[in-house]
């Protein structure tokens, strides 16, 4: 079964700084990678997406994730926060051809205006 | 307007009460979702469904049950088995059981057992 970790649960910064979060996946097979984000009193929702085999959208709301196969990583960025941006990020892993999605922890995020 | 619910949005029980989480997708998904959300602990898969009258358990079904009687419609049972039924519950659907699909998530029920 696959395994998801965030790193830095909860990160604090100030607006116009750059944000990274880490996620890393334990699974040697093709995967599609999934960021979720869920804002203050919103549901959760997809943020981006990425498919080893055919790789598809990625870049929503000035964020982009960078996925390094060979680290097994899948980690997000945006290089200007918003205080809007404050939310918690979770990012999510699935085999291909299998759609049980295992989730990381979760990474609570504040951006202060 | 298409979305998923989920009633109530905070439901209370006595312990050793079982209780039911109503979750209703108008999507015309095919697969549906159950995850609990705990602090600190993010989502875990209790049970999920490719199809009416198909369910499976996810990484923690013990002292859960589901039915999917309807398409739109994957209620979900916490039973008194249930050791630690204090939780956010979140239901979720996707178009279809490809692995590639994105799943839609519900407004969630805070369940506390007293």
């Known amino acids: 079964a696959q395994s998801v970790s965030q790193h830095n649960h909860h990160v604090i910064l100030s607006e116009a700084a750059s944000l990274e979060l880490g996620c890393n996946y334990s699974?040697?097979?093709?995967?599609?990678l999934f960021w979720y984000v869920q804002y203050p009193g919103q549901h959760l929702q997809l943020l981006l997406k990425?498919?080893?085999?055919?790789?598809l959208d990625k870049g929503i709301k000035g964020f982009e994730a960078e996925f390094i196969k060979s680290k097994f990583s899948f980690n997000l960025r945006k290089p200007s926060v918003q205080w809007s941006d404050t939310a918690e990020y979770f990012c999510?892993?699935?085999?291909?051809?299998?759609?049980?999605?295992?989730f990381g922890k979760g990474n609570q995020v504040v951006v202060i205006p | 307007d298409g979305g998923i619910t989920q009633s109530p949005k905070y439901l209370f029980r006595k312990e050793g009460q079982n209780v039911t989480l109503s979750c209703e997708q108008n999507?015309?998904?095919?697969?549906m979702y159950w995850y609990r959300q705990d602090p600190g602990q993010g989502l875990r898969l209790i049970y999920y469904?490719?199809?009416?009258?198909?369910?499976q358990k996810g990484d923690i079904a013990e002292g859960y049950s589901v039915s999917r009687e309807k398409k739109e419609s994957f209620p979900l049972t916490v039973t008194s088995a249930q050791k630690n039924p204090t939780a956010f519950y979140l239901c979720?659907?996707?178009?279809?059981?490809?692995?590639?699909?994105?799943?839609?998530f519900g407004p969630g029920t805070r369940l506390t057992v007293l």
């Open positions: 999507l015309n998904h095919d697969a």
């Open positions: 990425y498919f080893s085999v055919d790789p």
């Open positions: 979720a659907s996707s178009r279809d059981s490809s692995s590639t699909d994105t799943q839609y």
């Open positions: 469904s490719q199809i009416v009258n198909d369910f």
């Open positions: 699974y040697g097979g093709t995967v599609n």
């Open positions: 999510a892993v699935n085999a291909q051809g299998n759609n049980r999605l295992a």
